[in-house]
């Protein structure tokens, strides 16, 4: 009778994953060796935007060397053998897809829309209609906020952390803490999201603050981050709830 493949049911492997068309995208993601490689390319597709039926997956060792093509879907994912350390690349098959062309992580090559001030005076219902009516108060409000705004909640804030950031609780790591003066004064805090719901790569308003993945960075204010015991959700566990 032939053998059949047997895995612990909670077995997982913790890999680096690299993109092809995403020169700066690297992170780290980790998979049930029970799921189909179907279900492994799912949970890619929401950190890099590559559909699945776009996706190839390549399997790196930890010296870099080439393991295994994972051409077929509906094989479970620890039939490749991976270890903890080990590198899945994702190619992208479709020339028009979202991560084509370099746009994600050039901000440069996206065309932004532009308004002269002439124009942007005669609009109504602007910020900077809004400023003139408020006058002197909101002057008075910014000058209040001064370089040392936050100082004291972002003490409690080391790069590293995990974290989880108000509103939508959304998790991630640490990268930066300190001023940033191009987004205002006072306190930040850098964020890399473990799933792309951020608005950046780490580089804001042409000042670069630190590095993660396009559309997984954010700048936030100190007191919208809790650090603590907040690992990185699994779409898996919840999947298997009933």
């Known amino acids: ?67 295994s093509d994972l051409t077929d879907n509906t094989r479970p994912f620890g039939f490749y053998s991976p270890l903890d350390g080990y590198r899945l690349h994702v190619i992208d098959l479709d020339p028009s897809s979202v991560t084509s062309g370099g746009w994600l992580e050039d901000t440069s090559l996206v065309e932004k829309y ?16 809004f400023k003139e009516k408020l006058g002197p108060r909101f002057s008075s409000g910014q000058e209040k906020m001064g370089d040392d705004y936050m100082q004291d909640i972002s003490a409690n804030i080391k790069v590293g952390d995990r974290c989880e950031v108000d509103p939508g609780a959304k998790r991630g790591i640490v990268k930066f803490v300190g001023r940033a003066e191009t987004l205002g004064p006072g306190f930040w805090v850098g964020i890399q999201y473990d799933e792309p719901l951020g608005k950046h790569n780490g580089s804001v308003k042409g000042a670069r603050f630190f590095e993660c993945p396009p559309l997984h960075g954010a700048m936030v204010r100190p007191d919208k981050v809790k650090v603590g015991d907040y690992p990185e959700r699994d779409p898996f566990e919840e999947e298997d709830e009933i």
């Open 1 to 67: 009778m032939a053998s059949r493949l047997q895995l612990p049911t909670d077995d997982s492997v913790l890999l680096r994953i690299t993109h092809s068309n995403l020169k700066t995208f690297s992170a780290e993601a980790r998979f049930s060796l029970e799921s189909t490689v179907e279900a492994v390319k799912d949970k890619l597709w929401k950190k890099c935007g590559t559909s699945v039926t776009s996706m190839q997956l390549e399997l790196y060792d930890d010296t870099g060397a080439k393991l």
């Open 114 to 129: 532009k308004i002269s001030d002439e124009a942007y005076d005669k609009l109504d219902g602007t910020y900077r209609k």
